[in-house]
């Protein structure tokens, strides 16, 4: 195999930003919100769910993390008072994940450092050609990319 600095390089760096930006990200919120950012994506996903609940396998998809990793995400959630479990009446199992008012609050809390980091390390550093070439690059990775099953 031809080795190909650019591409390594490429690869490395979009490790690092995507790590380093999740990293700041979570600080953020758990400074200003008490929840990790992970935490935050699921009550985001909760809270724009038309029925504001979510079966635990949908959620884990759409939150991108595995089901056992929602299971005690969840579980964390559920101490918190901002989610609640709930079974079908006619399939006890399915498991949903319900979106309590105090969940609903704590999300919106979450979001006003989330869009201060957005503005900050990302609006404010990239022009509106950097930010269509980034959608176009990431868009076609994306779409060859499996979901997390």
Not at 55 to 76: F, K, N, Q, Y
């Amino acid at each position: 195999m031809r080795e190909q600095p650019d591409r390594e390089l490429a690869w490395l760096e979009l490790q690092q930003a995507t790590s380093r930006l999740r990293s700041e990200l979570s600080r953020r919120v758990t400074e200003h919100a008490g929840m990790s950012a992970t935490e935050h994506d699921v009550l985001w996903q909760l809270a724009n769910d038309v029925d504001r609940r979510m079966t635990m396998s949908d959620l884990a998809e759409r939150a991108m993390i595995t089901p056992s990793g929602a299971t005690r995400l969840v579980a964390r959630l559920e101490r918190e008072g901002w989610v609640r479990r709930e079974t079908d009446p006619d399939n006890r199992r399915i498991v949903y994940a319900v979106l309590t008012p105090a969940g609903a609050r704590a999300t919106r809390t979450g979001l006003k450092p989330i869009h201060q980091a957005r503005q900050e390390l990302f609006d404010d550093r990239l022009t509106d050609t950097d930010v269509a070439d980034l959608r176009r690059v990431l868009g076609k990775l994306l779409r060859r990319l499996p979901t997390v099953e």
